[in-house]
């Protein structure tokens, strides 16, 4: 279903609640720079050129090198999926080697998640959910409903879950069938959602004024309170058990049970806020069966990407020097990130975890 003009859609209403939430050169075969054959970064940013073209003795190794900022990653067991600042969506191999552009169009895909067979992905300025092939070929509308920009989406094995703003006053969690069809709202919440995620039976979410995480059945119905108080949380991941989550305005990575308690703060950040105004030096955020991963940078613009075991314990840095590290994805063996553009382009990187 398209939206025309300035016309709303209508949604159908399933158990609607409104609650307050109380320079670098390429490694590897990457066609774009052929003469930079297996180069490696070094912590400090110097490209090197020693054999490894597959993150050899823990350095990070340069899969891409974009013109156009990347925004958003995800991962599958044979390629990293990208979308850019311009609208295009495009794969690598996992080893590196020459990317496929998947779509390029009016739409600007945001927030990518995958399944199987596609790549799921919400337009804002379309306001439309759409789906493109793996393989390639014609992208999907899977529904509209004036997506949210930017945050978040996530997928079940039935549906595709998203957020939609508007109006200043309310924020919807919706989802659709993944073939398509009418959106559904799951819930109304007088806040501003900067986090999604979902286990088999809830939706979880970040509700950035009141500083709380709630769940909510992902039929929809009651809520319930995780955790509040927090200052701007935002990016969040479930386990069987917990919730993480970056709160402290951007400056802390933090954990609390999913059955509700006190959190607790697994890493602080590193970095030196840009100013007071700013949102914090931490940036992404994902997890595994073992650890916390993060991107994170301040005044210096020059960050890190780290990790934290699930529980707590010590900090590992597993790539420093990285100019503005953002976008973040791990597979069962590498953490992958973006950093900003410099002069010399945008990279895509990986590193042994």
Known sequence: MRLVGKMRVLLVLVAITQVSCGGRALGGDNSTDS???????????????????????GEPVLLANEPYQVWFLAVDSTHVYWSTRVGELKKVPLAGGTSTLLYNGELRPEGIVLDSTHVYWVDPSGGVVMKSPKVGGAAIEVASGYPQFEFPIALDTTHVYWIQNPS?????LLRAPLDGGVPTVVLEVADSILGLAIDATHAYLICRYSGSVIKVPLDGGATEEIVSGDINPFLLAVDSSRAYWIGGNGSVVKSAPLSGGASIVLAESAFTNLDSSSWGTLHRLVIDDTHVYWTGYGVALVGAVSKVPLDGGSTTVLATGEYRPYALAVDSTHVYWTNRCTDGGCYLMKVPK
């Open 35 to 57: 003469s930079a054959d297996s180069a490696v970064v070094s912590d400090d940013g110097a490209v090197g050129n020693d054999g490894c073209t597959v993150g050899c003795s």
């Open 168 to 172: 200043s006053d309310s924020d919807f």
